[in-house]
């Protein structure tokens, strides 16, 4: 055998062992750990024992975009600046800096802005907090807060609300909003107190 043949061989050799390492190191590691994520299996493994379930997790996601159509062809829009999602109880999420567009089918377009919401995700049940405020047409309407029903075709705005028209400007402290035909109703929480209505 000459020497160019024995190069040629320990060259050979020396690649076969290092891709042997190579394989070892990437794909036979001891450190790499299999977890069965099959929840409807009842062996579920240490692994997962091991999490504390007390640990509340949440994650943020920006700007958050939702679009929903209801059977009657009214839609419903929502947006945020971000929201956070609790992995604990993933149906409801805290969105920031919120508009709401609800385009009801042959009426105005009702807009709310907020700076804080919770909405749900299965029922796309909102509740806008903290500086809201709504116009309607030429209406507009400041409160502290205003809740979505979706099941019960209504929205309901209270606590501080100021509510004005045109000319005119009133206090109250309820608003309902019929989301089928955008009728619009102002209550007092109290029956014996006047709804305060002054003309501009």
């Given at each position: 055998m000459n020497v160019k043949s024995i190069i040629q061989l320990s060259f050979f050799l020396i690649l076969i062992i290092?891709?042997?390492?190579i394989f070892k190191a990437t794909f036979l590691s001891d450190e790499e750990k299999i977890v069965n994520l099959d929840l409807n299996n009842?062996?579920?493994s240490?692994?997962?024992d091991k999490i504390d379930v007390n640990k509340k997790f949440s994650n943020i996601i920006e700007n958050l975009s939702y679009k929903s159509i209801d059977a009657n062809g009214n839609e419903y829009r929502l947006n945020a600046s971000?929201?956070?999602i609790n992995i604990?109880?993933?149906e409801n999420i805290t969105l920031?800096?919120?508009t709401g567009i609800i385009n009801?089918?042959?009426k105005s377009k009702i807009y709310i802005n907020s700076d804080f919401a919770k909405?749900?995700?299965k029922n796309y049940n909102t509740f806008f907090y903290q500086n809201v405020y709504c116009v309607y047409e030429d209406n507009k309407i400041y409160a502290d807060n205003v809740d979505l029903l979706f099941k019960d075709n209504k929205s309901i705005i209270y606590n501080n609300v100021e509510f004005f028209m045109k000319n005119i400007a009133a206090s109250a402290d309820k608003i309902l909003v019929n989301l089928l035909n955008g009728d619009i109703k102002i209550t007092m929480n109290n029956k014996e107190k006047k709804i305060k209505i002054t003309k501009k």
């Open positions: 290092f891709l042997i390492y009842d062996t579920i240490d692994k997962i971000s929201g956070e604990e109880d993933k920031k800096e919120v009801l089918k042959n909405y749900n995700t």
